[in-house]
């Protein structure tokens, strides 16, 4: 496994992670600025960041993410993940790519939703 895809499995479990926990966890993996982006929301930094990923995990309690796939080059990564329910049922997927900082920490996320 690449130190890439490492880190967005570590990036995938925050979303899922204890609400206490979640900023150290996050802080790991990403900038203290990050910028994040999906079709519903932006948010910049990791305080902003952790909070919609507490939204999100109360919104859809028991379930998590899994990184499928994870393409890089240079500074960049793409990865292909899948949203699973509590029964470890597919409940989305989607792709989300990444601008990287020189120590390889998560600087700029874009999340997108695939059509089911």
Same mark, same amino acid.
Request: hydrophobic letters at 40%.
């Given at each position: 496994?690449?130190?890439?895809?490492?880190?967005?499995?570590?990036?995938?479990?925050?979303?899922?992670?204890?609400? /206490?926990?979640? =900023?150290?966890?996050?802080?790991?993996?990403?900038?203290?600025?990050?910028?994040?982006?999906?079709? @519903?929301?932006?948010?910049? @930094?990791?305080?902003? *960041?952790? /909070?919609?990923?507490?939204?999100? /995990?109360?919104?859809?309690?028991?379930?998590?993410?899994?990184?499928?796939?994870?393409?890089?080059?240079?500074?960049?990564? *793409?990865?292909?993940?899948?949203?699973? @329910?509590?029964?470890?049922?597919?409940?989305?997927?989607? =792709?989300?790519? /990444?601008?990287?900082?020189?120590? @390889?920490?998560?600087?700029?996320?874009?999340?997108?939703?695939?059509?089911?």
């Amino acid at each position: 496994m690449s130190d890439t895809q490492r880190l967005w499995n570590d990036y995938a479990a925050c979303w899922s992670a204890d609400p /206490a926990d979640r =900023i150290a966890a996050l802080g790991a993996v990403a900038v203290d600025d990050v910028a994040y982006r999906d079709p @519903g929301t932006e948010a910049t @930094g990791l305080t902003e *960041l952790a /909070a919609y990923m507490t939204g999100f /995990a109360a919104a859809f309690p028991g379930h998590r993410f899994r990184i499928d796939e994870v393409l890089e080059h240079h500074d960049r990564s *793409l990865a292909r993940w899948t949203q699973l @329910g509590g029964q470890g049922e597919t409940a989305s997927t989607g =792709i989300s790519t /990444a601008h990287h900082q020189e120590d @390889g920490r998560l600087a700029d996320i874009t999340g997108f939703f695939l059509p089911a």
